[in-house]
């Protein structure tokens, strides 16, 4: 780490703190991962400097030549990694800002539009009422099926005949089973409907092919590029085979039929960004590249293994996991047997040295901020080194501290425990 005590020492001693606590710390949030020195590098780099909006080629300013060749190598880099996507546009700043820009372009306000109900697992961008989705379309949730946690695919069949929406969206933040993007195809097929993915969560599984591929079947598909997938916090978007094509509007003055793919890049700059981050781009790319490597698809498998058994090893333990497992590299825990809701165990966790999150279960009758359960990710300590064996630790201090939740015997215990297996698995040995 840089060392700018004498400039600011306030900013980098949070800096230090914050590398010692990832350190220190057991990271089980589903949404996070660690990337590798080369993409903090980039995103620390002089491409901050550079505005750069429009695109390659195509800009307002000048002096973009090595902005525009880092943009094009992430472009065709996340479309090789991608299944040879026909399109790409890496400048989203975020998954939620490459998810607007879908809307914009796929639908109009007011729209009737499916998605996947936050408290089922959904996202909080697929229509929830505190966000824009909500507010701007009109959005009727499917939900998980109560007997087996999984997505009723009868009931988005029903509700697809019933409201016959503009577009159907798949997609969730806290739903560990993977999607039959072939039968949502049919379903949207059969009321003329767009079919969109959000993969943000899953997209590093997908492009190792440990989940189904959502590029046959679907017109557009959106992503963040951290996460799973180990790149710098940032946005994308993607359409594959020829829906780029088939798909448009006709110009009004020139006549020229638009293809979707101009309409989402004209909805990126100038519709709802302005100058795009050309430093995380370039980390981008250095996470595309890494992950097109063979060493990412061992990754990717060890990521789902741990979470397999981090499951079961939870489940032996006498907790509930929603829909008895995982496919990805999550799963939802319902503490409704346990005695805790979900915020006093994810502090109780906290001070024992186990970071999770506070998560809405299906048909959860606490508030938002308190919530029945707690949301569990393998993808960062995969990335530390963790294994199957560790993951069986880890399940066992879940257990001793969610037992006897006020119990500071027990958190010290576990505490001493985690500092002693983390000291083998060093984060940034070179940062320290």
Not at 12 to 39: C, D, H, M, P, Y
Not at 111 to 140: A, C, E, P, R, W
Not at 149 to 169: C, E, H, T, W
Not at 292 to 308: C, D, G, H, T
Request: proline share 3%; hydrophobic share 40%; with cysteine.
């Amino acid at each position: 780490m840089i060392n700018f005590t004498k400039k600011d020492p306030e900013v980098f001693s949070a800096l230090n703190n914050e590398l010692k606590r990832q350190n220190g710390k057991l990271e089980l949030i589903a949404s996070e991962n660690f990337t590798s020195l080369a993409v903090m590098a980039a995103q620390g780099s002089v491409m901050t400097n550079k505005y750069a909006e429009g695109y390659p080629g195509n800009r307002y300013y000048g002096g973009c030549e090595y902005v525009d060749i880092v943009e094009n190598l992430a472009r065709s880099r996340a479309s090789q990694l991608f299944f040879n996507a026909k399109y790409v546009n890496v400048q989203p700043h975020s998954g939620s800002q490459a998810n607007m820009a879908v809307y914009f372009t796929f639908v109009n306000p007011n729209d009737t539009i499916l998605g996947l109900d936050l408290t089922h697992g959904g996202h909080l961008t697929h229509g929830s009422k505190v966000n824009f989705s909500g507010k701007m379309y009109q959005f009727y949730a499917y939900q998980t099926n109560e007997k087996d946690g999984r997505v009723d695919l009868n009931q988005v069949q029903d509700f697809a005949k019933k409201y016959r929406p503009k577009m159907i969206s798949i997609g969730a933040s806290a739903y560990s089973r993977d999607w039959d993007y072939e039968a949502f195809r049919k379903i949207a097929d059969s009321v003329d409907a767009y079919l969109w993915a959000d993969i943000a969560h899953t997209a590093g599984l997908i492009v190792a092919g440990e989940l189904n591929n959502p590029m046959k079947y679907c017109h557009v598909i959106s992503t963040t590029t951290h996460k799973t997938l180990r790149g710098p916090r940032g946005g994308m978007i993607l359409m594959g085979s020829d829906f780029e094509n088939k798909f448009g509007i006709t110009a009004p003055k020139s006549g020229r039929v638009k293809t979707m793919g101009e309409l989402i890049d004209s909805q990126i700059i100038p519709g709802i960004q302005g100058g795009p981050l050309m430093h995380v781009i370039a980390a981008k790319a250095i996470s595309f590249q890494e992950a097109l490597q063979p060493e990412f698809k061992i990754y990717a498998s060890q990521v789902k293994k741990n979470a397999r058994v981090l499951a079961q090893e939870l489940m032996n333990f006498d907790f509930k996991i929603v829909s008895g497992g995982t496919d990805n590299h999550l799963m939802l825990i319902d503490l409704r047997n346990r005695g805790c809701n979900g915020k006093e165990a994810q502090l109780a966790l906290d001070e024992a040295n186990i970071t999770v999150n506070k998560n809405a279960i299906p048909f959860d009758t606490e508030s938002p901020l308190l919530t029945s359960g707690i949301r569990l990710g393998t993808a960062a300590l995969t990335t530390r080194g963790f294994k199957e064996a560790e993951m069986k630790q880890i399940a066992g201090w879940i257990s001793e501290v969610l037992n006897d939740i006020k119990n500071e015997r027990v958190k010290e215990k576990v505490r001493s425990e985690i500092k002693e297996l983390t000291k083998k698995f060093i984060l940034y040995p070179e940062l320290i």
